[in-house]
């Protein structure tokens, strides 16, 4: 049976009245940001009139392979990159390599049925709103579409145009209907599986914590997805994509070519100090372990349903080796959480400072190349863990009384 540990009731989030300004003004800061990009021409659209080569343009161009009968060819680094030269009228340093399962031209085909511009804003907006409702829907109120909109991550995903919006709300609607519709959440985490590499923690959550309609909805949806895509984009696509999953992880764990700082995670950390490639994966693996165990004993315990939807949101970031800035949008998913449970429960000394220093090292990022994501990440989970720890200490207490 499911664990019945119950979400928080739902009542609208209030915050301290510093707290709730200082997100009003990195909301703000924000859409500054992104105004003053676009009329400098470093968004979007450049000085010279033609699109700037951003991670966009190769969803945009696996759409087009497809609208051509061959989308085969997003797997072939030569071809993938003609396409997008194509795409934006100009050649660029470096591509954007396709490593996507075949499941995700279901939403590249779309897109690419637009000019390329017109697609990336409405692929922005549109994530944005499912990740702004998602939020919505943990805080229960206004502050959760403020702290969406205030969340420094946001302006990394937006600008590049990549998905780190959708996976947030994939995972934070998750959360929000794990209880009330276990149907639903199960679908949504099927749906994350365009990004395999998040779903390798959650489903063993869900199974220690019993929730198996959750599980078999996923899988459904999994599988429906696959047979989908396999049936409308050939079964030939799955190889491609196993062998682009080849060639990215020797390019940016082995060679380096992404640039190491841009890897949010202790991999990342481990090779930009200097660290080899075995030791980085050996500090990866024992951290993801380390995780996965500490995940299963909250959500068997009796914590409160805020604390585990927060673990384990941080969770899955602290898990992957590949891991980029953009992908950090899930952290404010599990802040949200962890404030729902401040709210509930009260705060604790230090919280709302560390809190605050997070928020600091995801905005500064783009002026410091050291993976501040994964730092902050950490410093969420820090905060989480300790409120674990706290109540696994009261609940003892009171069985031995």
């Known amino acids: 049976m499911p664990s019945r540990t119950i979400a928080a009731p739902p009542a609208p989030a209030e915050l ?9 003004g990195l909301c703000v800061a924000n859409a500054v ?6 009329a400098q021409g470093v968004w979007l659209v450049g000085s010279d009139g033609l699109p700037i080569a951003t991670d966009f343009v190769n969803v945009w161009a696996g759409g087009r392979h497809v609208w051509e009968g061959h989308p085969g060819l997003a797997y072939d680094p030569a ?34 049925a637009l000019p390329i511009t017109a697609a990336h804003l409405l692929w922005v907006a549109t994530t944005f709103t499912a990740f702004a409702a998602a939020m919505r829907g943990i805080m229960h109120g206004r502050l959760g579409l403020v702290f969406a909109c205030a969340f ?20 934070g609607g998750m959360l929000v209907f794990l209880n009330s519709r276990p149907v639903l959440a199960g679908v949504l985490l099927g749906l994350l599986t365009y990004k395999p590499h ?36 050939g079964f030939d696509t799955w190889e491609g994509f ?46 993801a372990g380390a995780t996965a165990v500490a995940l299963c004993l909250l959500w068997k315990s009796r914590a409160p349903f805020n604390l585990k939807a927060a673990g384990l949101a941080v969770g ?31 705060a604790r000394p230090g919280e709302h400072v560390a809190l605050a220093c ?9 002026l410091v190349k050291l993976p501040l994501g994964f730092i902050a990440t950490v410093i969420v989970a820090a905060l989480i863990a300790r409120r674990a720890l706290t109540a696994r200490a009261v609940q003892g207490a009171m069985l031995h009384r």
């Open 358 to 366: 997070a928020l600091v090292l995801v905005l500064i990022f783009p």
């Open 198 to 233: 998040f779903g390798v923690l959650i489903p063993l959550v869900l199974v220690v914590s019993g929730h198996w309609r959750v599980l078999v909805a996923a899988a459904a949806t999994t599988l429906v997805l696959a047979l989908g895509a396999s049936f409308a984009f």
């Open 316 to 346: 899955v970031l602290l898990v992957p080796p590949y891991l980029f800035m953009y992908d950090g949008v899930t952290l404010a998913v599990a802040m949200a959480f962890l404030f729902r449970e401040m709210q509930t429960s009260g």
């Open 16 to 24: 301290a009245k510093p707290v709730e300004l200082t997100l009003f």
């Open 152 to 171: 420094p991550g946001i302006v990394a995903n937006a600008t590049v145009g990549q998905n780190g919006f959708l996976t947030a709300a994939l995972i």
């Open 79 to 112: 071809a993938h990159k003609a396409a997008q030269v194509e795409a934006i009228g100009h050649d660029f340093d470096g591509s954007y390599p396709w490593v996507y399962p075949p499941t995700f031209f279901l939403a590249a085909v779309l897109l690419a």
């Open 242 to 287: 196993v062998h682009a999953l080849r060639h990215a992880s020797q390019a940016t764990l082995s060679d380096g070519r992404a640039d190491f700082a841009k890897l949010q995670s202790l991999f990342g950390l481990v090779r930009i100090m200097g660290g080899g490639e075995t030791l980085a994966f050996v500090l990866q693996w024992t951290l």
């Open 33 to 38: 940001y992104l105004a003053v990009a676009l």
